[in-house]
């Protein structure tokens, strides 16, 4: 186990990488089918549904959600909000809108970063166990997906680092590309946090 785990390019955190990485989950399918304390929608900033991920948490928890939605008047792209899970197994929805991929250089990063750490935010003030996270902006909105694992998966471990907080965190991959860059990624992670130290141990 290490004491001192670097993740570059976003934030350094002291934590043991392992017990942090064992909260991570890589699962295949329609996170629609999840039965978590949430699942994470990558919505647009109206909150009224669209297609993709937004449109099949729509249909699956029924008229119901975007009564609510409404209610809420929309949400910036990076923030987030909190609704119940009406018809789905899950309980609560947490809507983030992703940002808008552009060049890579218009805050993109930032922005899906923020994302992913309002969600979090939300959970842990709601004292949810589980949550669900799709690949936030890699479909309509055109994010890299390899860019976008590494940002999901960074934040996630630098919340958990940094507050202390822990959740069971699924990324549920709806498609081939998603879901083996997210396997490899988080692979690569733990083989790092299992190798022995280069120092021979001593920290
Ligand atoms: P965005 O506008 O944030 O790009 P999309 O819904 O277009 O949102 O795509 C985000 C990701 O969600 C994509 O990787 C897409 O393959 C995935 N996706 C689509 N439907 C589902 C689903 N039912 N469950 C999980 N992921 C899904």
Redesign the pocket.
């Known amino acids: 186990m290490f004491d001192n785990y670097f993740i570059t390019g976003v934030r350094a955190v002291a934590s043991s990488s392992s017990e942090l990485l064992d909260r991570l989950f890589v699962r295949r399918?329609?996170?629609?089918r999840e039965r978590v304390d949430a699942i994470v929608n990558?919505a647009?900033p109206s909150l009224l549904g669209?297609?993709?991920?937004?449109?099949?948490?729509h249909r699956a928890a029924g008229p119901g959600l975007l009564e609510e939605c409404r209610r809420l008047g929309g949400c910036r792209h990076g923030e987030a909000r909190i609704t119940g899970g009406h018809k789905l197994p899950s309980r609560h929805v947490i809507h983030t809108?992703?940002p808008v991929y552009k060049d890579g250089a218009s805050g993109e990063h930032e922005t899906l970063r923020s994302s992913y750490r309002n969600s979090l935010d939300l959970a842990m003030r709601h004292g949810l166990r589980s949550i669900a996270f799709?690949?936030?902006?890699?479909?309509?909105?055109?994010?890299p997906?390899e860019e976008a694992c590494e940002v999901a998966v960074k934040t996630v471990l630098n919340f958990m680092a940094e507050t202390g907080y822990r959740i069971d965190v699924y990324f549920?991959?709806?498609?081939d590309t998603?879901f083996s860059t997210y396997s490899a990624y988080i692979g690569s992670l733990r083989e790092k946090g299992n190798a022995p130290p280069a120092d021979g141990g001593k920290r």
């Open positions: 399918g329609d996170i629609t990558a647009n669209g297609g993709g991920v937004d449109g099949a948490i809108p992703g799709p690949a936030i902006s890699t479909g309509v909105y055109a994010y997906p549920v991959l709806f498609d998603n």
